[in-house]
Each structure stands twice: as structure tokens, then as C-alpha cells.
């Protein structure tokens, strides 16, 4: 049963936009057909755009059809389509927030929903804090008899500086407490099942250190490249798009230790203490641990530059410096453009001593577990079996394969779904708290400050590919290689 403390209406601030028709819309009509949705909701659109009310709600209707997991229930719709709203303004000037103010308090009367909003910023980021000033002027926060609450898309901010800036912003508004910085892989059902598979599992915590783990790879691979967003992607590159946050939070969950318990900010602290764990880069550690690619044809796309050093892919290997992890290395690669799209994670355990099995049968294939997060949900573990058969012994290896999304029933939620229903009752776990933040950047500015001066040998890898060979080398050199499972 939904409580009635999670009744609100939901501003979202870009609603013509890709991620609003793609997500978060679907998104909404999926809580509604699961009757998780409260029933005193309101959404109200804010975009840019000249449409009608009637105009916009087709629209929705089209993106929902597109991109729901479910098939369209006409009463369904029709319940959410009457609570969806377009007003068009832009986001610089005080007239339109006058107006919501007033179109608020109206929706509020209608709807019961006693003043709670979520306003969603799924607009360009030089527009977070111009949208959060304006609705604290016009009165729309106050967070005292009601809850307020806002929602916003990465990137936060484009290097540390930067971040500490709109943080004061934000948080001098709407607190840390009502804050949530979204990561949607912190939304998927395999990230959020790797704290089960730890922590719930007496043959895995055991084992889930320096002693028996060999190395730790961490990756997310696109086969598209940049797409439509040349603009955006000049400004960040696979560094600050993927590393800083999503990468670095598929590592935190991997690494952390135990929680003292499961509620949010327990979580979080171990998280942080990861994060502050990690060996910050020398520039000749950069040099050394740090690999940057770019495929060929990028510099043609779109709103980039045709001399661009913008990196479409990165490749690292990091140390977790602390007691569990010692010389332990993470090894963390992601990119556009590349064979196959996935995103997983492979933990590779050291080899038995060099006796019996191992002395007699030269190459045997390590044990791995691999997580793997999409497209494919699932967990896979690689073992050492002998081949039926009385003639000599032969050994290979063989796998136990859990894939909870395969099944044509299995109709695994979507991350906004989960994301979505967590801002509004208040749960904060699956959103980045701030020092979280703050340790992201500062272990990403050192490599970029460390790239600053020097012009990479661009484009260094071609589409379909795993990468420069460099990423590769990576590994040859400490006697490893990646994993593509």
C-alpha cells in the first residue's frame, strides 16, 4: 500500500526534452500500472516549447507506447494522462515561476497533496542553479509544512570547483537532506544486488579480500558513439561522463565494507570511506595506470570539433588502499563505440598454489565471478570441472549462470522507476550524498589536470574495437587481461 506522506506533485523542468519522453515518463505510467504511484499525484511539464495541454499528453502517450515495459492499459492512462500538465516558459525569467506558484497551489487544492513537490531539473546543467534560486524566490520552497524536494541529473558540476559552487546553491535551499543527485546505474537491479551477493552469502564475504582475490575489472562498454549530444560530450568526455560517477560507484559497491546496518546514510559512509581510499594519481602514475582512446570518426560527429582531444574511451588501474584491498589492482574501462554493449563487473580469484591440478595442467583458467549489470542481469560463476569421459583426464572450465532477465516473463523494473518512487519517499539511499561527490572529483581532477598539457595521438582506436592497444598493455604487463564474459 502506498502511504499518504508520499503524495506530491512532480515539476519536472525540461519536459520536452529526450529524457523526460525516454524515462521519465515511461517511468511514471509504470509506477501507475503498478498501483505504486499515490493516488494524490499531479504532474506539471515545464518546457520551452509553444503546445497545447492536449498536444503534449499525445505526445507523452507515444513516448510511453515506445519505451514502457508494459503494454498500454487505457484506464490506466487515462487516470495519469488528466494528471499531467504543460506550462511553457523559460527557465531565466520571473514570470513563469509567478504563474507555477499560482498553478501550484491550485493543483494542490485539486489533488490533496498538501504542498509536497518534486521538482526534477532534467534540463542542461548551466540551468541548475538559475531554476533553484528562482523557485526559492518565488516561495516554492520551504520545506516546514510540507516537503520539497529536487532531483538532479549529472553532471554535477564540471570539475571539483565547479561542484562545490552549485553544491552551495543547492544545498543553501533545499539541504543535503532533500538533495538527490541521480546516477541511474545506482537505480538497476543488479547494482543494487551486489550488497545481497556479498552480504548475504557466507562462501562470498569470506573471501572478498586481498587474500583471495587476484584483481578486480570494471566495465561499461557503448557500441554507439556519442549520438546527438556532440555539445555536451565535448565539454566532459568518457572521464567526466562515466568515470567520475558511474564507474566510480560501481567500485564503491564492490569495495565497501559491511554497513553497521542497511539504513541510508550506513550505506553511504562506506561508500565514502572507499572513495577517500583511493590512491589519488601522481601525473606519472597517470602516465603509467591512465589510458585515453578516441574512435576513429569522432572528430566528424556532430557539434565537435574537428581537432578535438576529447576522449571517447578510458582505461585505469587503481588501487583501493586499505586494508582489504592492498595490492589489490581495479582495473576500470569504459567507452563508445566498442564490440559489444555491456556493463559488468569480474572478480577474478588467485589461482591454488602450484601443486597437484596446477603443476600438472599448465593452463587452467582462473575462478570468476562476474556480476553483470546490462544488458543481460545476472551472475555468473566460472569454475574448474573435469570432462565426462574414462580416458585421460581432461579439465575445463564450466559455469553456473544466473540471468534474471532473460525469461520473457521476467520483466525486470527500470531504474527510473525505482529512483522515481525513492525521491518521493524520502529514501536517499540510491542517490550520491555529497562527500561522495567531492572524493569523485578530486580523484578525477588529477588525471585530467595530469592530460592538460598534453595532446593525445587521436583517434587511436576504431569503431568495433576494445580500445587502443594500450589498454591491452595495461594488463600484459602485470601477466592479466580483460575479461569479455
Not at 593452463?363 to 570468476?368: G, K, M, T, Y
Not at 565426462?388 to 523494473?413: E, H, K, L, R, Y
Request: charged share 25%; aromatic share 12%.
Amino acid at each position: 500500500m502506498v502511504k499518504n506522506n508520499i503524495s506530491n506533485i512532480m515539476v519536472i523542468f525540461g519536459g520536452t526534452g529526450d529524457l523526460t519522453h525516454r524515462k521519465l515518463m515511461p517511468a511514471l505510467y509504470n509506477l501507475k500500472y503498478q498501483k505504486i504511484l499515490p493516488e494524490n499525484f499531479a504532474v506539471v511539464s515545464i518546457g520551452r516549447r509553444d503546445k497545447t495541454e492536449e498536444q503534449y499528453r499525445k505526445e507523452v502517450l507515444e513516448s510511453v507506447k515506445n519505451y514502457s515495459r508494459f503494454d498500454i492499459d487505457e484506464k490506466v492512462w487515462q487516470d495519469l494522462s488528466e494528471r499531467i500538465y504543460y506550462k511553457r516558459f523559460d527557465f531565466v525569467y520571473d514570470n513563469g515561476y509567478m504563474e507555477l506558484s499560482s498553478f501550484l497551489k491550485e493543483l494542490d487544492e485539486k489533488y490533496n497533496t498538501k504542498g509536497n513537490r518534486v521538482y526534477y531539473l532534467a534540463v542542461a546543467p548551466e540551468y541548475f542553479g538559475i531554476i533553484v534560486e528562482k523557485l526559492y524566490r518565488h516561495g516554492m520552497v520551504n520545506n516546514e509544512t510540507s516537503w520539497q524536494r529536487v532531483v538532479i541529473e549529472k553532471p554535477f558540476g564540471e570539475d571539483l570547483e565547479s561542484a562545490r559552487k552549485l553544491n552551495k546553491i543547492i544545498t543553501d535551499v533545499f539541504t543535503e537532506r532533500n538533495t538527490y543527485r541521480i546516477d541511474h546505474y545506482l537505480g538497476k537491479e543488479m547494482l543494487q544486488n551486489i550488497m545481497i551477493i556479498r552480504f548475504a552469502n557466507v562462501f562470498f564475504e569470506p573471501v572478498w579480500n586481498r587474500r583471495y582475490i587476484d584483481n578486480v575489472q570494471i566495465s561499461s562498454n557503448e557500441i554507439v558513439g556519442i549520438e546527438n549530444r556532440g555539445g555536451y560530450y565535448e565539454k566532459a568526455g568518457a572521464l567526466r561522463d562515466m568515470v567520475q560517477n558511474h564507474m566510480l560507484q560501481l567500485l564503491t559497491l564492490t569495495a565497501m565494507e559491511p554497513p553497521v546496518n542497511l539504513d541510508t546514510e550506513s550505506i553511504r559512509d562506506e561508500k565514502v570511506k572507499v572513495l577517500k581510499s583511493l590512491e589519488i594519481f601522481t601525473p606519472e602514475a597517470v602516465e603509467k595506470n591512465v589510458v585515453r582512446g578516441q574512435y576513429a570518426g569522432y572528430r566528424q560527429e556532430d557539434k565537435v570539433s574537428p581537432t578535438s582531444n576529447t576522449e571517447t574511451f578510458v582505461a585505469l588501474k587503481v588501487h583501493v588502499e586499505n586494508f582489504r584491498w592492498a595490492g589489490v589492482p581495479f582495473y576500470i574501462r569504459t567507452g563508445k563505440r566498442m564490440p559489444e554493449k555491456s556493463t559488468q563487473i569480474v572478480i577474478q580469484f588467485k589461482p591454488l598454489p602450484g601443486i597437484l591440478y596446477f603443476k600438472e595442467y599448465k593452463n587452467l583458467l582462473p575462478n570468476l565471478l562476474v556480476i553483470k549489470i546490462q544488458p543481460e542481469e545476472g551472475v555468473k560463476l566460472q569454475f574448474n570441472a573435469k570432462v565426462p569421459g574414462a580416458g585421460d583426464i581432461t579439465i575445463q572450465p564450466v559455469d553456473m549462470d544466473f540471468c534474471q532477465n532473460c525469461q520473457i516473463s521476467n520483466n525486470s523494473p527500470e531504474a527510473y522507476e525505482r529512483l522515481l518512487y525513492d525521491v518521493m519517499r524520502g529514501d536517499s539511499t540510491l542517490f550520491t550524498r555529497w562527500d561522495e561527490v567531492e572524493y569523485s572529483w578530486k580523484f578525477v581532477d588529477a588525471i585530467a589536470e595530469a592530460w592538460k598539457d598534453k595532446t593525445p595521438d587521436f583517434p587511436n582506436y576504431q569503431p568495433g574495437t576494445w580500445g587502443p592497444k594500450e589498454a591491452n598493455e595495461l594488463l600484459l604487463r602485470d601477466n592479466r587481461m580483460w575479461w569479455n564474459v
